[in-house]
């Protein structure tokens, strides 16, 4: 969930899952075939970003994702190794080893009791991958009509 989110678009993050950030990701990665022909796949495949994003993520998410200026730079934020998890994991299911199908990922936020921003990777009952992005409940900060989720630094990357 990015920082200057609204009330309202928080409590809906709350009961569904879903922020706009992970109904762009599910929505990119929808068409598996789609997503390999892509022309970042074979960097996307073959990089690791537990130092943190490669600099051609940054267009990604502005040009094909269509996120907001916070929301890119929350993405970018989010720590080195838990984007590291998102990233093999989503290769894993559009891409997967051996004779498996192609499956969409589906992305999810939650808050969570622990002290840092958390990427986990499950499978849904229909054995469908699923990666939740989690943040501190510590993490979140109301200010008016503003709710500040303040999990990643809050300034801006490029």
Do not use: C
């Amino acid at each position: 969930m990015p920082a200057y989110s609204t009330v309202q678009a928080f409590i809906n993050a709350i009961n569904t899952g879903k922020t706009h950030i992970t109904q762009s990701l599910d929505s990119f990665f929808s068409n598996p075939a789609q997503v390999t022909g892509h022309n970042n796949w074979s960097d996307f495949v073959n990089s690791n970003w537990s130092a943190g994003p490669p600099a051609w993520l940054s267009g990604v998410l502005d040009n094909d994702l269509g996120l907001t200026p916070p929301e890119r730079n929350h993405v970018l934020a989010w720590p080195g190794p838990e984007l590291e998890k998102a990233r093999d994991a989503a290769v894993r299911a559009v891409d997967p080893p051996g004779q498996a199908p192609a499956r969409a990922p589906k992305f999810f936020w939650e808050l969570y009791r622990g002290p840092t921003p958390r990427t986990d990777i499950r499978l849904s009952s229909a054995g469908d991958p699923e990666i939740v992005f989690r943040s501190p409940r510590a993490a979140v900060v109301i200010e008016g009509d503003e709710v500040f989720v303040r999990d990643v630094p809050l300034e801006p990357m490029n």
